[in-house]
């Protein structure tokens, strides 16, 4: 069963301004609505900044199998299993992800010219994995989801959509604010990251 926590839950209640709930038990509509949302929008917001606590590393290796049609020496990389979005790629290659893996190579237009790079053996990524434990979470983070929470749960709640639109500028405000504490938290790395890393093949 999914991990809930119920202090962030009340968080969000708190938010509503309506009763806190004391355990997830029972058959009450605050309730259903933690019991079924919390995790899918956890994943939502965990994945929509780079939280400090979810920030992983990984080395991709090559995948042996191809593409299904289109491709001229592209190759696949798999992504971590506990993978939520794919931060950065630390190559200068074009790259972008199909379902659970990332794609890299070169791929010909129809008038023979190539539009990606070659692709490495190995792909190294900085990535945000699924944390679900909530004694990680920082406390910008419990007060994003909390806010979710609510913009979610708001009119089936309290029955206004004022309310939800308020909550709605919060949230973004709070996503915006831990976009911009990433660039804060520490020294860049010294590591050549080229503008056009990570272009989609429109």
């Not at 979005?85 to 990332?102: A, H, L, N, P, S």
């Not at 190294?124 to 699924?130: A, P």
């Amino acid at each position: 069963m999914a991990t809930v926590d119920i202090d962030i839950v009340n968080l969000a209640l708190v938010k509503l301004d309506v009763s806190i709930l004391a355990n997830l038990e029972g058959k009450t509509k605050a309730v259903g609505y933690a019991n079924t949302t919390y995790s899918t929008l956890r994943d939502v917001v965990m994945g929509g900044a780079p939280w400090g606590f979810a920030m992983a590393r990984a080395i991709l290796p090559r995948s042996t199998e191809d593409l299904v049609w289109g491709a001229d020496n592209v190759h696949r990389y798999t992504k971590p299993g506990d993978c939520l979005r794919i931060w950065r790629v630390y190559q200068q290659v074009r790259w972008q992800v199909e379902g659970e893996v990332v794609i890299v190579g070169s791929l010909n237009d129809e008038d023979n010219t190539q539009r990606w790079a070659a692709a490495p053996d190995s792909l190294k990524v900085r990535y945000i994995r699924r944390v679900t434990s909530p004694g990680s979470y920082n406390p910008f983070f419990k007060e994003a989801l909390a806010t979710r929470l609510a913009m979610e749960w708001c009119v089936g709640l309290t029955g206004s959509d004022a309310k939800k639109q308020v909550l709605m500028t919060e949230y973004v405000s709070k996503m915006e604010d831990a976009k911009a504490l990433d660039g804060q938290e520490g020294v860049p790395e010294d590591i050549h990251v080229p503008s056009w890393s990570g272009s989609r093949l429109d």
